[in-house]
Each structure stands twice: as C-alpha cells, then as structure tokens.
C-alpha cells in the first residue's frame, strides 16, 4: 500500500510571484460556505397551511439549485445520458479493465474469457500456480472453493506429518469426501498431478476389482518442505480478477470540463431505460418537488446513486488543465486522492478536493463516491492544503505554477 506523502515544507521557498486574485472555484467555495452558514441561522416556526409548506419546499430546491450552479429547473437531477460506444464524442470510450497477468486491457465483455486463458497458457511454465489460480477463478462458488481447499491442505498435512504412513499417500477418488468437496471443482486434478500424485489403480480389501487412486511419487515424498509450500499457497490465493482500468487522460482548459457523454456500460439500466427514467421524471418534477420534503429527496437521490457501478472524475487544476479518470462508484475518496497524487510533480506536497459548491473531500474519512454524490459522473476543484499556502506566502513565495508532471503534458488532449 502506498504510504501517504509526509506533509512538510518545501525545502527552498519558490521566487516570489505576483499574487493572483481568487479563482472561480474559490469564489464557488465562498459562496457555498455564506450559504452554509445562512442555514445554520434559527429559522422562524415554520408553515402551516399546505400552500405555505408547497412554498417553502419550491424554496428550499431553489436555493439548492443555486447553489449548486445548476441551470436546471429546480429539484431535477439530471443524468447524463448513455450514448453508443464507439461515438467520439464520448467522454472515455468504455468501461475498460487491465489483466494482472498479462498487462492486456479489456473490454467488460472480454475480460473473463481472457483471463481463462491467460491462466491455461500458465501450465506449460509453472503448473503448481496455474492449477491454483484455475481452482481459485474458474469456480465462482467461494464457500465450496474453501471447503475444497481446506481438505486439499488436510491430505498435504497427513502427509508431511506422517511420511512413514502409506495410507496418507493414497487417496481415493472415488472416496465420498473427495467426490463431494474436490471432484466437483474445478484445476483440483491439475495441482494433485502437478504437486507429484499420480493415477494408479490399486487393489481394495474386500472387493473384486481395483479402484483408482491418487499416489504420491517417491520422489515427491523426499520434498516435504515442497508440500509444505505448495499448500500455504493454495490457502492464501485469491480469485484472478481484471482490474478497473482508469484510462487517465489530461485535458486543456475547456468550458465543456462540466459536461459527460457517458458510454452505456456507466449504467446499470440499459440506455432505453434510462431515456425512459429522464422522461418521466422531467414529467413529474414540478408535481412531485411540491409534495416532497429535502429528506424525502435526499432518500431518492441515495436509492438513484445505487444504479451505478462505475464513475467519472474529473479534477480541474489551478491552471485550469484536467485531469480525468475511471472508478467503482462504491470506491473511496482515498483512492481519488492517491490517484491525483501520482500525477503530480510534487506528491509530497498536501492538497485538497473540492466538489460542486466548495465542499472539501476528506481523505481521512474517505467516504464512497456513491454517497457524496459522485456518480455516475463529477467535476472537482484541485486546491493546495491551506496550511501549506499561508506558510508559503508567509516566506513570500506561491505554489510552483506547473502542477502536472511533464509526461502527461506532453500528451495533453483538447477536450471535444
């Protein structure tokens, strides 16, 4: 895991600049921290009549609306609509994944099969692993994998702890235990033939014909500490699985940084449904916002944001420069924070994230992006850590200009 930037000084103050007065997203922020504190007025006894309370809720979504900066009409949430992939209008092309062994990125729909094969083509340089991450994918059944894997390790434990006992080097395949809990999985054949068992069929006492066998090799016998390691990693494995890729792009300063053309893998309904979803609720708005209290609203809004799987972020720079990437809408603000951090020049240096309205993002209690709102998509503001810009200041210097690292300046792209 990767250790949080120590916050400290810069060791030499930058040169003195001209100061610079305070940005939109600071003036965002203001404004955003004014209205907070309006609310926390004491307000008078409310309404009582119903047109008074339709009053005070139209009040309420105005003001939600305005200080949110959206243009539309009050107590709408606007989704961005998904629109077909392969359209360069998109903001990010698809949702794309990364195979952890062999580097390959994947669409949603290739992931699996590749995965599959990538662990097949495994076997030919190390048989041991490839069977135990066959074993560990290929069967979706967690609570079977585990029971299966346990009584593996219990074979290889009576083995080591009694070589001299033949009977643990044996084991019958078609036992009930090993029909039940080994049989049915699947790469349990692959690791037994590929940590030194092998197939043999042997006489049984008190019956006709022979049965078949696993056997352990002599020479397999000779390497306890082998067994030993080969099941310790077959306890601790894990599922091979793609990771979400997070196609970072940098994007010049544009007026189009707030609007997301989303392919339809952002959403869980499919794109009809969700055209459907906008349509009746444009219908509906100015009716339901009247009757609606905000905490109603607010329970709406969380039961909308569970419809989404994946997110978009976006994160306007100083300069205005953007920086974009893909995540689960259930991940947290750390990782946003560390994703920024690797883009920076000076990652040590602390910073902030703001969302609409001036709202700042706490990396210490890094809440999901599905309960702040986040989803399926977001335009947040880069600032430096107030504490570190007063000590600059302090000793007459401003923040290096150039934030990004260079080699992402260099492919820096026109957002369309």
């Not at 991450?133 to 967690?142: G, L, Q, S, V």
């Not at 001299?164 to 235990?177: A, D, G, P, T």
Request: glycine share 4%; hydrophobic share 35%.
């Amino acid at each position: 895991m990767r250790e949080r930037a120590p916050r400290g000084k810069p060791n030499q103050p930058a040169l003195q600049q001209p100061r610079q007065g305070p940005t939109n997203e600071a003036r965002m922020a203001a404004a955003a921290a004014l209205a907070r504190l309006e609310q926390k007025q004491p307000r008078a006894r409310g309404p009582t009549s119903q047109e008074s309370i339709r009053n005070q809720v139209r009040k309420e979504l105005q003001a939600e609306a305005t200080v949110s900066g959206s243009p539309e009409a009050p107590g709408t949430n606007k989704v961005p609509e998904p629109r077909e992939e392969g359209s360069t209008q998109l903001a990010v092309p698809a949702v794309c994944f990364t195979c952890p062994l062999t580097g390959a990125t994947l669409r949603k729909d290739q992931r699996d099969a590749h995965i599959k094969e990538a662990i097949l083509s495994h076997f030919s340089s190390d048989p041991v692993a490839a069977s135990i991450m066959k074993i560990h994918t290929f069967n979706r059944d967690r609570d079977r994998v585990k029971l299966g894997v346990d009584t593996i390790a219990k074979y290889l434990d009576n083995i080591c702890l009694h070589p001299e006992e033949e009977k643990y080097r044996k084991i019958k395949l078609q036992n009930r235990v090993f029909q039940e809990r080994i049989n049915c999985l699947e790469g349990t054949h692959e690791f037994f033939e590929a940590v030194g068992f092998q197939k043999a069929l042997l006489p049984v006492p008190d019956q006709e014909g022979p049965e078949e066998f696993y056997v352990l090799s002599e020479a397999a016998l000779a390497q306890p500490q082998s067994l030993r390691k080969h099941k310790e990693q077959l306890l601790v494995a894990e599922p091979v699985r793609a990771t979400l890729a997070r196609q970072r792009r940098v994007f010049q300063p544009s007026p189009l940084a707030s609007q997301f053309d989303l392919p339809g893998d952002f959403f869980n309904l499919t794109a009809e449904e969700v055209k459907r979803e906008q349509r009746l609720r444009s219908e509906a708005v100015e009716r339901l916002s009247v009757l609606r209290t905000k905490a109603m609203r607010e329970r709406e809004e969380q039961r909308e944001r569970r419809r989404y799987t994946y997110t978009l972020l976006r994160v306007r720079f100083p300069d205005g420069c953007l920086l974009q990437g893909t995540f689960y809408a259930r991940e947290r603000v750390a990782a946003l924070y560390a994703f920024v951090r690797e883009a920076l020049q000076s990652d040590w240096l602390p910073f902030e994230l703001l969302a609409s309205g001036g709202q700042r993002l706490s990396e210490e209690e890094s809440p999901a992006f599905d309960e702040c709102g986040l989803v399926p998509s977001a335009l947040l503001t880069f600032s430096w850590d107030a504490a570190l810009l007063e000590d600059l200041r302090a000793a007459g210097a401003e923040p290096d200009s150039s934030i990004l690292k260079p080699e992402l300046l260099s492919s820096i792209e026109k957002l369309s």
